[in-house]
């Protein structure tokens, strides 16, 4: 079993930046691609970004490019997203997800694929 405690988020300003971190315990000895999802009031839970386990492939929805990092530190069993430049519509609570990868390199974008999932925090952006 694998506990994923988010933190991080709150109330920002449009334009504004907010870092995201999931910290993960349990059987963290085994090797997890961790995903960031988000879900907003009325609406489906969506992928945000993914990151494999050796933390050298990631991949972003098309809205986050260029404004969203994601990165990890095994060590620590971390992962975070950090935000920047946030929208209006980037408004909702973020999920984090893990899931045993078939390789260290592997990243996975499906909401199913994943075994893992946090409390989720609520980032809200005001305009």
């Known amino acids: 079993q694998v506990q994923l405690v988010e933190s991080g988020g709150g109330l920002v300003q449009a334009g504004g930046s907010l870092r995201l971190s999931c910290a993960a315990s349990?059987?963290?000895?085994?090797?997890?691609?961790m995903g960031w999802f988000r879900q907003a009031p009325g609406k489906e839970r969506e992928f945000v970004a993914a990151?494999?386990?050796?933390?050298?492939?990631?991949y972003y929805r098309d809205s986050v490019k260029g404004r969203f990092i994601i990165s990890g530190d095994n060590a620590k069993n971390t992962v975070y997203l950090k935000m920047n430049n946030l929208k209006s519509e980037d408004t909702a609570i973020y999920y984090c997800?893990?899931?045993?990868?078939?390789?260290?390199?592997?990243?996975?974008?499906?909401?199913?694929?994943?075994?893992?999932w946090g409390q989720g925090t609520q980032v809200t952006v005001s305009s």
């Open positions: 997800a893990a899931k045993r990868g078939v390789g260290d390199s592997y990243y996975y974008t499906g909401r199913y694929e994943y075994e893992y």
């Open positions: 349990g059987r963290t000895f085994s090797r997890y691609a």
């Open positions: 990151i494999s386990w050796s933390g050298d492939a990631t």
